[in-house]
């Protein structure tokens, strides 16, 4: 920590003392301010775990790309003049790669920090481009007319300004949801702030534009030499996510904002910007239909969930009582004829689990649950009912015979449980349905059966009864 405090107050010292140069020496201490961030970006690479380094080399590589063009232009500066330096070609052509690189490395850090919060990300993008197309409407654009920028520039500068504007509204949803340790994250939001300040201000032709051009180095600087940038690649907490009135309602006011803020500037006869509007809306629509999406599946999953869990056993995952009076139900509605419920319950089952422990308990209940679902035909049913009783239901001749040698099978093997081998008896009563029975008829009948058997139980045996 000391040597990021040393080397932002150096870094900042120049920063502040850069008005005081002479103008055409300027690029000098630019130059000086914008090379800083390399050792720190390398050292950082160096501590970066495996496999969570991509961004951090783009952001060298976007770095080195633009002190090309920053050293080219600052010699220039010194011995041509201003003018001629920001019209070099190699200027021009080394600050649109360099910011290019540095926005996918920003790219890089939200999907990898913020995957878990893709939602949130594609809100915050939507509110930043919002905002950035009525900036460019109502401030950046008439102040390019004024100065008489050619298309080509207006182009170049409205592209940077949307890029930067999404790019920082996702950093910052990252860095809002993110760990409070992760202080790099919010370092590398600061830097892209900083450099859409800078693209504002040279729009407008300030005098100050390289003084938030040099911050946005600083800032990527101290997010490489800060202990928390290794966590730069690991996923953040995922937050609630809901489809709810008021974020319909919030997405659609992001979405109307620019097209409005242009209604407004009609109304008043001032020049509306055509390209501005097709692109946001271009850009917008489809992240706005993509968030309703997400939304909309994310509720359906959500209810699907809710209802697996009213209907399965949470241990074994079996369908529970209340689906298996449900199957049994439908079954009887649809035609009683031919079904048949098998009622079971465990022999030596309460030993086991009073002499090993309510884990292995657990355990042979999976095993015997497994075991009974295995090569279970497509029609019929296996539930648990409560405790350690199964209820099978089955239809058709020879289901009810198969079901009990499956069941034989499984007295006559040993299970598996935690260190030891078991075995156990079971009980089963079978009850044949008849025209008008209902749910409670069968298995009242099917109960009592099994309660006949088990006068016969026998651990390692098979007790049998029909109805």
């Known amino acids: 920590m000391s040597l990021l405090r040393l080397y932002a107050a150096l870094t900042c010292l120049v920063v502040v003392t850069y008005p005081a140069w002479p103008a055409e020496q300027q690029g000098w201490p630019l130059v000086l301010v914008t ?21 951090w080399w783009l952001f060298l590589s976007g770095t080195v790309v633009y002190d090309v063009g920053n050293v080219v232009w600052s010699w220039l500066l010194a011995t041509a003049g201003r003018a001629t330096a920001d019209a070099d070609p190699i200027v021009g052509v080394t600050m649109t790669a360099g910011g290019a690189l540095i926005l996918a490395a920003s790219l890089v850090v939200v999907l990898q920090r913020g995957r878990a919060d893709i939602g949130g990300i594609l809100d915050s ?24 920028m050619s298309a080509g520039h207006q182009i170049s500068r409205f592209t940077n300004v949307l890029l930067l504007s999404g790019t920082l509204g996702a950093l910052l949803r990252v860095s809002i949801v993110s760990d409070r340790r992760v202080v790099s994250v919010r370092l590398l939001s600061v830097s892209v702030g900083f450099a859409l300040v800078e693209n504002i201000a040279f729009t407008m032709g300030a005098d100050w534009v390289n003084i938030p051009y040099m911050a946005a180095f600083i800032a990527v600087g101290c997010a490489a030499l800060h202990p928390s940038m290794s966590g730069v690649a690991t996923a953040g907490q995922a937050p609630d996510d809901h489809l709810s009135t008021g974020r319909l309602v919030f997405l659609g006011i992001m979405l109307a904002i620019a097209p409005v803020a ?55 995952g079996l369908p529970n009582r209340a689906a298996c009076v449900d199957r049994i139900d439908a079954e009887l509605a649809s035609d009683p004829a031919g079904l048949a419920v098998l009622f079971c319950d465990l022999d030596g089952f309460k030993p086991v689990n009073d002499r090993l422990g309510h884990a292995a308990g657990d355990a042979l ?40 040698d499956r069941i034989r099978a499984l007295v006559a093997r040993t299970l598996p449980v935690g260190a030891e081998q078991v075995r156990i008896g079971v009980s ?20 009592l059966a099994m309660y006949e058997a088990k006068k016969r139980k026998e651990v390692g045996a098979l007790s049998l009864a029909t109805a």
């Open 365 to 404: 209940l999976i095993e015997v649950s497994d075991h009974l679902r295995a090569g279970l035909r497509e029609n019929d049913l296996v539930s648990r009912f409560g405790g350690d009783e199964f209820v099978i239901v089955c239809r058709g001749p020879g289901s009810v015979e198969v079901m009990v």
């Open 35 to 55: 090379l800083s961030p390399l050792p720190a970006l390398v050292a950082g690479l160096r501590r970066a775990p495996a496999g969570t380094r991509l961004a």
């Open 125 to 148: 993008v939507v509110v930043a481009l919002g905002f950035g197309g009525v900036l460019w409407s109502t401030v950046l654009l008439p102040a390019m007319t004024a100065h008489d």
């Open 428 to 447: 089963v009563g079978v009850a044949h349905s008849a025209p008008g029975d209902s749910t409670d008829d069968v298995l009242t009948r099917a109960d």
């Open 262 to 316: 242009g209604g407004i500037r009609a109304l008043l006869g001032l020049p509306v910007d055509g390209v501005l509007l097709a692109v946001l809306s271009a850009g917008m629509v489809p992240l706005v239909m993509v968030r309703i999406a997400r939304l909309s599946r994310a509720r359906r999953e959500a209810e699907v969930a809710l209802h697996l869990m009213a209907t399965s056993d949470p241990l074994t």
